[in-house]
């Protein structure tokens, strides 16, 4: 017996016997028997009952879909308030999509992973292009089902979760299109007690390698599709409760640095180690090799951790819509810019454990990196799919504690693309400190500047009769008697009247009580004239100088003359002394400028010489 109790549904599966029944009108009628539901890990169940933006709704029907790599799950739902929608689940993320309508004018190979697509007034970008079929159902279903037909989808990632389909079916028409966004199963509001036990296929946990009959002890059973014995190297189908042998693989020189069932804490997550692969690349003939671990945690999948020569990177996926590139040049993610560091073209060597998708030695991606340390937008694409990674670089103390691991971590070599500069926090600290004492350097020059006496003590012209010898008595001049009342710096400045000519100052400080003499030597030149590129001039009428600080007393300035010697000579030299006692000096302050600077220069030039480093390694636009 069938029974419809869903409004929308235009088939039912027989629970009994698994016939598929349409409704034609009033009548019935059989369109043949489908597959039963394989058990999978999906905690999702017929006629559980959730809440979506405070609408309720319920699962009636149940689709399982193949494309030759793994069932995957589609749940039918319909709202109290009429409306209808999917529920698809993909690696412990569910998508809640609603049938938008036909898209015209869309074809199928227009559309590649990796590109923009506009479509609805908003932007996506494309992650998988690929092909199923529906292999078994149950429920209540919105349309018939047809297990023979392979129909095409194109699956579309946008901001904020959102999340686009466009079902093509076989090829020959437009897409329908589907629209929602991802959700955590905390977010479907199904009551814990609807939803279904997780189903563990035991007989995956201890099983063997049909190889060498070696242990594998699977650690995630339920999501692996391949498995690579650590003994002999198979490499082992799981399909249907079992495993299979495909090929034999190299196995890897020497053992992983993360043991294969290791469990460690990253993210604010436990993880298990379940798999481990060595990639590769080669740039200008040179090979560059890498280490990958594949990390699980039952509630949030599936992340990453990467290994190259001794530098760690955390990495998680992001939906490629979250992210908008300008491709070869930089990402944009969170308000944060990644600049494009490498691209190359990475290879699958060697594989040991377990993987959620079918793996093989060989299999290839063109692999994008963006770098922001310690952060970093990694792109991997095939022909068919598209996907993004949010790495976070990590030191090999935080690996080594978060699992555990006794054994010395491999030693660092060279610097990582998204490896911290570590020169950036004391370029940061020598700018914030230079800054607080150039503060507090104007602050005391201010002080200084206010607290100075400035006092003029002696000003008088002196006159240098004509025909008088340089350097002889007459040439000399003595000041008047002067007091210095208490110890202080002094200020000379000297100004001569100089047209084409030059004068040199000798001054002697006398100090009277004492005898002591403290001297200086100014000269002034003033040069100028006419050529072809017009009239010029050089030198200086004026200058000046600052004395050590003198002790008090009475003094008196002596000043010796030194000119060339003109025999035409008319008018007599003239020239202008003025002392200003305890004068503010702005010698000390710009050498301690100076001083200071260095701190940040030097800063600058070694966080610049890492950077340096750092892009020689990066293939991007040579």
Known sequence: MVEFTAGSAQVVVCAYCQTVVARKGLDFESHGKIGGIVPTDSPLQLRAEGRYQKVAYTIVGHLQKDHGAGPWDEWYVEFADGRTGWLSESEGVFHLMFDMGVEEGVALEDLHPGERLHLRERA???????????VAAEGQLPSDVDPTQDAWYVDATGPKGAFLTLDFGTRGHSPEAFIGEALKLEQLGIPAGQLRPRVRKVALQQARCTQCNGNLELRAPDKSLRVACPYCGALLSVEKGGLSFLRLLEKPERPPTIPLGTKGKLDGAEWICIGYLERSCTVYGVRYPWEEYLLYNASRGFTWLMDSNGHWVFLKPVPAGEVSVAPGVAAFHEHRRYKCYQQVTAVTEKVLGEFYWKVHAGEW????????????????????EVSYTL???????????????????????????????????????????????VLALFVLAGVLSATA????????????????????????????????????????????????????????LVNQDTSDVVSFYEELSYFRGRDIDGNWSEGSTSGSAYLSPLPAGRYVLRTTAAFDVKPNRKMPMTYNVK????????????????LLALGPVVAMYRSHSFETRRWADSNVGE
């Open 365 to 384: 991606a063109h692999a994008t990196e963006y770098v922001a340390p310690p952060y970093s937008v990694n792109v991997d694409a095939t022909d068919d």
């Open 453 to 508: 006496r400035n006092q003029v003590v002696l000003e008088q012209p002196v006159v240098v009769p004509p025909g008088t010898a340089p350097g002889t008595p007459a040439a000399m001049h003595f000041s008047e008697p002067f007091e210095l009342p208490e110890r202080g710096n002094m200020k000379v400045e000297v100004q001569a009247a100089l047209d084409n000519d030059w004068l040199g100052i000798q001054g002697d």
């Open 391 to 437: 790495g976070e670089y990590l030191e090999p103390d935080v690996v080594k504690e978060a699992f555990g691991l006794k054994e010395p971590m491999p030693p660092r070599e060279g610097i990582a693309p998204s490896q911290p500069n570590p020169n950036k926090a004391g370029l940061r600290s020598a700018f914030i400190w230079t800054g607080i004492w």
């Open 579 to 594: 002392l200003t006692h305890d004068a503010p000096d702005s010698g000390w302050f710009c050498f301690a400028l100076v």
């Open 124 to 134: 996506w970008i494309i992650e998988e292009r690929g092909h199923g079929r529906v």
